[in-house]
C-alpha cells in the first residue's frame, strides 16, 4: 500500500462556513503548517495580525500561494496585489491583512517556525475549535 494520502477540497475538514479548510490535518502532513482560505469577494473581516509574541501560531513565518482569484495584501504602508504566479513570504514580526477582490481569493497558507521543528497548533487538528484572536 503507497505512503500518501489523496483528498479532494471537497473531503477536507472546514470551519467558519468552508472559509477555512484543514489541508495539514485532512492530508496528515506533519513537516509543516498548511490551510487553505477561501475568502468571499471583498471580504473585509480578515484580521490584521502577526505571528509574533502573544500571537496566534506565534514565531511562524507565512508563505501565501494564490489558487483562485486575487487579494490585497496589506503590509504597514506598503501594498502588494497577489494573484496566480505572485507568492509572498510574510515575517513572524509583520502585520499583515488580506482583502480579497471581486472574485474572491483562494489561497494555500504555509507556514512554519524558522530553525524549529514544526509543532501543529491545537486549532489545525481535525475537529478541534477555531482560532480567536488575542485580545
Do not use: C
Not at 490584521?48 to 496589506?74: K, N
Amino acid at each position: 500500500m503507497p505512503d500518501a494520502t489523496i483528498k479532494r477540497l471537497d473531503q477536507m475538514e472546514s470551519f467558519y462556513d468552508g472559509l477555512v479548510l484543514r489541508a495539514r490535518a485532512s492530508l496528515g502532513v506533519s513537516s509543516w503548517g498548511m490551510q487553505i482560505f477561501n475568502l468571499p469577494p471583498n471580504f473585509d473581516q480578515y484580521p490584521e495580525h502577526h505571528h509574533g509574541e502573544g500571537a496566534v501560531d506565534p514565531g511562524q513565518e507565512e508563505v501565501y500561494i494564490p489558487l483562485e482569484g486575487s487579494a490585497t495584501l496589506f503590509l504597514g504602508d506598503e501594498t502588494h496585489t497577489l494573484e496566480s504566479g505572485v507568492w509572498a513570504r510574510v515575517g513572524r514580526d509583520q502585520p499583515r491583512r488580506l482583502v480579497p477582490g471581486d472574485a474572491g481569493f483562494r489561497y494555500l497558507a504555509l507556514g512554519g517556525v524558522p530553525g524549529s521543528a514544526f509543532a501543529p497548533p491545537d486549532w489545525t487538528q481535525l475537529g478541534a475549535s477555531p482560532p480567536t484572536m488575542p485580545e
